[in-house]
């Protein structure tokens, strides 16, 4: 039996369900193997009094300290945060974690740690690891590379984490070159993609119906991520004026919202952008079904699960050539490759558009994306580290 403590700072719960779902995702597909046991782990940052009344983190407070959640056991011990000095977390996080993981390892021998992120999980799992005797794992996504590992208060604990780790994660074979130029060990990088749920993210049998009762007629386009710079929302919404027949719709949610339904108004698109806003991941099937293209022209990315929900709801993709994306888009039917330029993205919907792709031909693209396998290699590796 295989007992894996799960750490990770993003994890959902009842006030965001949706902060974090693929590391739930991820974490249950793992539990739910037979000769596997899994707790999380899922610290919560919180500052001193008076900002911990602020609207932020007023909320955090009725968030239990331990629950089960899907099956999950789930603790959610507090930690010092001060806001902008982020790369004081680790310390922090591991100050708070180790007392309440001695007590969890009496009731629950843990056999290795299993960080998601490499910052802040990263060098707080490592702190973890050495002083509890157990090896330890970080999964690099994305940003945690491309943000965190080139920032210069926080560079450093992202290259001596990976150094002292037993083994590392990386979302795509991108990522892990990414990583091996900061100076990270080859050998104990593996590639560890994404999963998608086949069953729930599937091509409508009428997608004309289904863009109807989302009160659309002409090309859908669909884009989802954070309204934040890096995700490129602005390029997509400027594309659009290329794009006279089409409609896109925007879920997420983040501090760019403003400065997009300004620039929506500004090109007069009004009637043909939606900002939707934050969405439960459970709408999302039903979006990317009605979807003829997915959007989403990232500056950065390790490989985004968006990006494959499309593709197994049969929409093409049009992306930019970051991350993972040529491991993603390998055939035509798969979708573009796109400069970050609204008018190469307009150009890359149109061929997408003209080419009238099978839906069918398009999922089979994704369908090397399940949980099962993203399960079964994630034992694995685990298993290799502590054997």
């Known amino acids: 039996m295989l ?42 940052g919180v500052p001193p009094w008076p900002l911990s009344r602020h609207r932020n983190w007023q909320g955090l ?9 899907n099956g999950l056991t789930v603790h959610r011990p507090r930690f010092a945060l001060v806001p902008g000095l982020g790369g004081l977390n680790p310390r922090s ?33 490592v702190r973890l690891g ?24 926080t560079a450093g604990q992202v290259r001596e984490a990976g150094l002292a780790a037993d083994g590392m994660l990386a979302v795509s074979a991108a990522l892990k070159a990414d990583m091996v130029t900061l100076g990270l060990p080859d050998a104990r990088i593996r590639v560890h993609y994404t999963g998608v749920d086949l069953d729930r993210f599937r091509p409508s049998p009428d997608r004309d119906a289904a863009k109807r009762a989302l009160g659309v007629a002409g090309p859908l386009l669909l884009s989802v991520g954070a309204l934040i710079p890096r995700k490129g929302h602005e390029l997509a919404i400027a594309a659009m004026r290329d794009l006279p027949d089409a409609t896109l719709m925007i879920a997420g949610h983040g501090p760019e919202r403003a400065a997009l339904e300004a620039l929506v108004a500004q090109h007069g698109l009004n009637e043909r952008v939606t900002l939707l806003g934050s969405q439960p991941h459970d709408a999302l099937p039903a979006l990317a079904a009605a979807a003829d293209v997915g959007v989403l022209v990232s500056a950065s990315e390790g490989l985004a699960n968006a990006w494959v929900e499309a593709l197994a709801c049969g929409a093409p993709i049009v992306i ?37 792709y099978d839906p069918l031909a398009v999922r089979a693209t994704a369908e090397r994306f399940t949980w099962e396998a993203n399960a079964v290699a994630l034992r694995t590796h685990l298993m290799a580290l502590v054997g």
């Open 320 to 356: 930019a050539d970051v991350g993972g994306a040529r491991e993603l888009v390998d055939r035509l039917e798969a979708g573009r490759l796109v400069a970050r330029e609204p008018a190469a993205i307009a150009a890359g919907v149109r061929e997408v558009l003209a080419a009238g």
């Open 61 to 69: 407070a009725a968030i239990p300290v331990r629950e089960t959640r």
């Open 93 to 125: 996080i591991a100050r708070t974690l180790l007392p309440l993981l001695r007590d969890v390892r009496k009731r629950f021998a843990f056999d290795v740690i299993d960080a998601e992120f490499f910052f802040p999980d990263g060098p707080a799992a």
């Open 3 to 44: 007992r894996v403590l799960t750490l990770s700072t993003l994890f959902p719960d009842a006030t965001r369900p949706n902060f974090g779902v693929f590391v739930e995702r991820q974490t249950r597909g793992l539990a739910a193997l037979l000769d596997v046991e899994v707790q999380v782990v899922a610290p919560i």
């Open 130 to 153: 050495r002083a509890l005797g157990v090896p330890v794992s970080i999964k690099a996504r994305g940003a945690d590379i491309h943000h965190w590992g080139r920032q210069r208060f």
